[in-house]
């Protein structure tokens, strides 16, 4: 089947740090994945997305490759800020398919 | 543009009440979908539409039903409401060319007592 499966949480860093949250995948065919975030008391929003391997989806400073030979999309960002403290949702669509799966969620605070 | 929106924000049920969480779009968005996000589970799909007058199961229908009489609605109804429906529940729209891109709204928290 198709899985997704994140890095556990929560992920508590200081401003400035380097940020790395790991995503793994288990998908038939060749899926396009997606990293969302969702902020305190709002819905999920699209932050990036990759729809084959070795693509690079980025968005306000995050980075995500796509790497199909370690089925991994990892998100990264190179000085975290305070306003980046949020819920990070990595997901797939399965190649011909139309509905998303996401992974559980790692919850990040930035401290100032 | 208001984009999603749903009501009610917040609802406190009792075991064996029935309620209906609203869904609206203004994008003219042919996909809908209800997903339920509980601690450590992610989201999980409950049910979808992928336009008016048709509508799916997704990965966790039991105890709900939708339905989808215009492009700009789509309500979720339980029927029969249990503990285990304590969640937080988001309705989100998509063009049927993009389906990834989903754009959702501010959630409804209910609580089953």
């Known amino acids: 089947g198709n899985s997704v499966t994140q890095m556990e949480g929560p992920v508590t860093l200081s401003e400035e740090a380097f940020l790395t949250i790991n995503c793994t995948y288990t998908?038939?065919?060749?899926?396009?994945l997606f990293w969302y975030v969702q902020y305190p008391g709002e819905g999920l929003q699209l932050l990036l997305k990759?729809?084959?391997?070795?693509d690079k989806g980025s968005n306000k400073g995050f980075e995500a490759t796509y790497r199909k030979e370690t089925t991994s999309f990892h998100l990264e960002k190179g000085s975290v800020q305070v306003s980046d403290s949020a819920v990070y949702f990595c997901?797939?669509?399965?190649?011909?398919?139309?509905?998303?799966?996401f992974g559980q969620g790692t919850r990040l605070t930035i401290n100032p | 543009n208001a984009g999603v929106t749903q009501t009610p924000k917040f609802q406190v049920l009792k075991t064996g009440q029935s309620m209906t969480l609203q869904c609206a779009q203004d994008?003219?968005?042919?996909?809908m979908s209800w997903y339920r996000q509980d601690p450590g589970m992610g989201l999980r799909l409950i049910h979808y539409?992928?336009?008016?007058?048709?509508?799916d199961q997704g990965e966790v229908p039991n105890g709900y039903n939708v339905s989808r009489s215009t492009t700009e609605d789509f309500p979720l109804r339980l029927l029969s409401a249990a503990p285990s429906q304590t969640s937080v529940y988001f309705c989100?729209?998509?063009?049927?060319?993009?389906?990834?891109?989903?754009?959702f709204g501010p959630g409804t928290r209910l609580t089953v007592t």
């Open positions: 539409s992928v336009g008016a007058g048709i509508t």
């Open positions: 994008m003219n968005h042919e996909y």
């Open positions: 990759a729809t084959k391997a070795d």
């Open positions: 998908a038939t065919g060749y899926p396009s």
């Open positions: 989100a729209s998509s063009r049927r060319d993009t389906p990834y891109e989903q754009y």
């Open positions: 997901a797939l669509i399965p190649w011909g398919a139309q509905k998303l799966v």
